[in-house]
C-alpha cells in the first residue's frame, strides 16, 4: 500500500512559479513509476508529465512545452513537479499517481494509487 500526499499548491500570478511536491509513504517508492495529472473544473483528469522507476525516462503532455520539469529525489520518497511560467488555463487540482515499475506514460489506468490533489489558481 501506498499513500500520497500532495502539497504545495496555491494561488499565483500568470508568469509566476509554484513547485508542487508529493511525498510517498511505503519503502518501495523506487519502484514506482511517478506522475502527475490535473483537472479543471468541468473537464477530464488530464497528464501532466511522468517519469519512470528505472531508466527516469520521462513523458510529458505537449502543453508542457518546457514549462513544467518533474524530477524525483529516491532517498526522500519524493516527486516534484516545478511549474514556470504559469498560465490561467494551468488552473486545476493537481493529483500525483504511483505505477509499480511502470513507464510512467499518459494512461491513468496504470496508476494504482493516487493523492488527495492540490489546488494551483493562475491569476491573469
Known amino acids: 500500500q501506498v499513500q500520497l500526499v500532495e502539497s504545495g499548491g496555491g494561488l499565483v500570478q500568470a508568469g509566476g512559479s509554484l513547485r508542487l511536491s508529493c511525498a510517498a509513504s511505503?519503502?518501495?517508492?523506487?519502484?514506482?513509476?511517478m506522475a502527475w495529472f490535473r483537472q479543471a473544473p468541468g473537464k477530464e483528469r488530464e497528464f501532466v508529465t511522468g517519469?519512470?522507476?528505472?531508466?527516469?525516462?520521462?513523458y510529458s503532455a505537449d502543453f508542457v512545452k518546457g514549462r513544467f520539469t518533474i524530477s524525483r529525489d529516491n532517498a526522500k520518497n519524493t516527486v516534484y513537479l516545478q511549474m514556470n511560467s504559469l498560465k490561467p488555463e494551468d488552473t486545476a487540482v493537481y493529483y500525483c499517481?504511483?505505477?509499480?515499475?511502470?513507464?510512467?506514460?499518459?494512461?491513468?489506468?496504470?496508476?494504482?494509487?493516487w493523492g488527495q490533489g492540490t489546488q494551483v489558481t493562475v491569476s491573469s
Open positions: 511505503g519503502r518501495t517508492f523506487s519502484s514506482y513509476a
Open positions: 517519469i519512470s522507476w528505472s531508466s527516469g525516462r520521462i
Open positions: 499517481a504511483a505505477n509499480l515499475y511502470g513507464l510512467g506514460s499518459g494512461n491513468p489506468s496504470n496508476y494504482e494509487y
